[in-house]
């Protein structure tokens, strides 16, 4: 009797383990299918208001939904930082302002670990501190006849080139844009597909008013020549004793 | 005491470094000198693709669902390996939007580049299979519905182009699910034997904003 009841035990704990294991499975089964990656930024809409005096940081942070960690690149992506330059109708360059002469994103690349939401998550930070000389670069499409020659040269030419160049920011500036954070490696396995979301990110920034920098310039030149002509100095005097 | 005009000089080019320096501090706009924070801070866009689409879209025959296995039929549809899967023969692919997301958000994919042969036959680099399509010859389709079980049989979109986002899902409100199917019909047909490959992005914005540029690198 013992020995039976001891089989019976046996087989009820094992019809237990086989109905745990199928719990189990009815509970991992949709798993498969649904943790996958996820990324997500706490804020789906940035503004970016101020001139050239003023300084802050705009902090955003990043969500991290799923339970694998992820990291992730952080970047802007600019809508309206590149213009044509026509001449005749045809584009023969492309001008491109570069935004970091208004704001810059120190780090670019973050580890976020799993479940991660609200303040526990990394912080993108944004400096906005527009200079009062701003970077552009000016990229010339050369014609179809100088290319032959300057492949000849460089093999790796792209019939272009680019050349930075400086501007003063004066007037007002408007810069639309995404704030990317595009997921590229996670302990998920290999991502065939790479999950990004874009937070709209709008700056406004005012440098010197053109009138201003007109006065301000004719301002200069009198107060100059007014301390030059009571210091007594004349231009002639130079010509002259170049001649001697 | 005469100064001599070498001194007037460096007066003058003094004179300007001074004028460089100061003439931001005196004379900008400073609209917002009470109040130099200004943000806009408010709610989150965020999304979490299933495990089966963040593995990547794996094309097989027609006939096999659940393993890849090499294309031979190249004049039709040829299933994603999930295209069809567990009991109800529902979709795996799916993009959800997280359920902290107070607002909707649109959701959008694109295919980097056309499939490039990596090995085989083929010859790595150069020859393709087009994500687009050209006089109905073959392209690489999807269909798309927020409930798994309507997703249709035969795709309704084909690939718009490469590195370009393209609509997915133009409203998903927080905790809802997008569900997709994809094929494709290789373009060339006589394409020659080989693995094909294209990296492939999603990107989720707010249902108002633009998407951005679509860069794999």
């Known amino acids: 009797m013992r020995l039976n009841g001891e089989?019976?035990?046996?087989?009820?704990?094992?019809?237990?383990?086989?109905?745990?294991?199928?719990?189990?499975?009815?509970?991992?089964?949709?798993?498969?299918?649904?943790?996958?990656?996820?990324?997500?930024?706490?804020?789906?809409?940035?503004?970016?208001?101020?001139?050239?005096?003023?300084?802050?940081?705009?902090?955003?942070?990043?969500?991290?939904?799923?339970?694998?960690?992820?990291?992730?690149?952080?970047?802007f992506d600019c809508r309206d930082c590149t213009t044509d330059v026509k001449l005749f109708g045809h584009k023969i360059a492309e001008k491109t302002i570069d935004y970091r002469s208004f704001f810059t994103i120190p780090q670019n690349d973050f580890t976020v670990p799993p479940m991660t939401y609200g303040e526990s998550g990394p912080t993108i930070v944004i400096r906005f501190s527009p200079r009062f000389i701003l970077k552009n670069h000016l990229k010339i499409y050369t014609p179809g006849f100088i290319n032959f020659f300057l492949k000849v040269i460089n093999k790796k030419y792209e019939n272009s080139f680019s050349v930075p160049y400086f501007t003063l920011f004066l007037g007002e500036r408007r810069i639309k844009g995404l704030l990317v954070a595009d997921v590229y490696e996670s302990n998920f396995g290999v991502m065939g597909v790479r999950p990004s979301v874009g937070?709209?990110?709008?700056?406004?920034?005012?440098?010197?008013?053109?009138?201003?920098?007109?006065?301000?310039?004719?301002?200069?030149?009198?107060?100059?020549?007014?301390?030059?002509?009571?210091?007594?100095?004349?231009?002639?005097?130079?010509?002259?004793?170049?001649?001697? | 005491m005469r100064i001599s005009n070498k001194h007037l000089l460096v007066a003058m080019l003094l004179c300007l470094v001074?004028?460089?320096?100061?003439?931001?501090?005196?004379?900008?706009?400073?609209?917002?000198?009470?109040?130099?924070?200004?943000a806009s801070i408010s709610q989150p866009v965020c999304i979490t693709l299933s495990g089966t689409y963040s593995q990547g879209i794996f094309f097989t025959n027609t006939t096999t669902i659940g393993t890849q296995y090499p294309i031979t039929n190249m004049t039709t549809w040829n299933n994603a390996t999930h295209n069809y899967k567990g009991t109800n023969g529902n979709t795996w692919y799916n993009v959800t939007a997280c359920a902290g997301n107070?607002?909707?958000?649109?959701?959008?994919?694109?295919?980097?580049?056309?499939?490039?042969c990596q090995s085989g036959s083929c010859t790595p680099g150069t020859d393709l299979l087009y994500v687009t399509d050209s006089g109905g010859l073959g392209a690489v389709g999807w269909a798309n519905h927020t409930t798994a079980?309507?997703?249709?049989?035969?795709?309704?979109?084909n690939f718009s182009g490469t590195d370009i986002y393209?609509?997915?899902?133009?409203?998903?409100?927080?905790?809802?699910?997008?569900?997709?199917?994809?094929?494709?019909?290789?373009?060339?047909?006589?394409?020659?034997?080989?693995?094909?490959?294209?990296?492939?992005?999603i990107q989720a914005v707010e249902e108002k904003s633009n998407f951005g540029t679509c860069t794999c690198d």
């Open chain 1, 7 to 75: 089989c019976m035990n046996d087989n009820k704990y094992s019809l237990i383990k086989l109905y745990f294991l199928f719990f189990l499975l009815v509970l991992i089964l949709p798993f498969v299918n649904s943790q996958g990656v996820g990324v997500g930024i706490n804020t789906y809409s940035i503004v970016l208001d101020g001139s050239i005096l003023d300084s802050y940081v705009v902090s955003p942070k990043l969500i991290n939904p799923s339970t694998y960690e992820i990291k992730v690149k952080v970047y």
């Open chain 1, 199 to 244: 937070s709209s990110l709008e700056m406004t920034a005012r440098g010197m008013p053109v009138s201003s920098f007109i006065f301000l310039l004719i301002l200069i030149i009198l107060l100059v020549v007014l301390i030059l002509r009571k210091v007594g100095f004349e231009p002639k005097h130079i010509f002259k004793k170049r001649k001697k």
């Open chain 2, 18 to 38: 001074l004028f460089v320096f100061t003439m931001q501090r005196v004379i900008s706009q400073q609209t917002y000198s009470d109040m130099p924070m200004n």
């Open chain 2, 102 to 116: 107070a607002i909707n958000v649109k959701v959008a994919h694109c295919a980097c580049s056309d499939l490039v």
């Open chain 2, 149 to 157: 079980s309507s997703v249709p049989h035969l795709p309704v979109y």
């Open chain 2, 166 to 201: 393209q609509q997915i899902s133009p409203s998903l409100a927080a905790s809802s699910t997008i569900h997709i199917r994809y094929w494709i019909d290789p373009r060339p047909n006589n394409a020659p034997s080989g693995v094909y490959r294209a990296n492939y992005t």
